[in-house]
């Protein structure tokens, strides 16, 4: 698809589609690896621009699943981020999530019913 992602002056991720997606299947395939958190943000608004263009369904390819390495609470006071991840995807309206090597299989959990995750094992994939 044609989609245009840059930056405003102040460093703000900018997010404009360039074609109707109206009633159609939008696959997005974005890692959320180094920059994590530019990366992410980028993912989110995307998927707030398809859902707000009022694509049909929405799924996410993510190769790379930024905070998997968080996925429980190893002391007191410390975020579970790989969940959190996961809700801000589900808010946003993503309809399903395909990982390639999680961290650990736990995260397809963080997802609600409504979000199918298909984790895919790296080693396998583009192999016939």
């Given at each position: 698809g044609n989609i245009t992602v840059g930056r405003f002056a102040?460093?703000?991720?900018?997010?404009q589609v360039?074609?109707?997606?109206?009633?159609?299947?939008?696959?997005?395939?974005?890692?959320?690896?180094?920059?994590v958190n530019e990366n992410l943000m980028e993912l989110l608004l995307m998927v707030s621009t398809m859902r707000r263009a009022s694509a049909k369904r929405i799924t996410v390819i993510i190769p790379y699943?930024?905070?998997?390495?968080?996925d429980r609470k190893m002391t007191?006071?410390?975020?579970?981020s790989a969940a959190d991840v996961a809700r801000l995807l589900e808010s946003m309206g993503v309809d399903?999530?395909?990982?390639?090597?999680l961290h650990c299989g736990q995260i397809q959990?963080?997802?609600?019913?409504?979000?199918?995750?298909?984790?895919?094992?790296?080693?396998?994939v583009g192999v016939e």
């Open positions: 102040d460093g703000e991720v900018k997010v360039n074609e109707n997606v109206r009633g159609k299947d939008v696959y997005i395939f974005q890692p959320t690896c180094p920059p699943y930024g905070y998997a390495r968080q007191a006071r410390v975020p579970i399903r999530v395909v990982a390639i090597d959990g963080f997802f609600g019913p409504r979000v199918p995750v298909d984790n895919l094992d790296g080693g396998h």
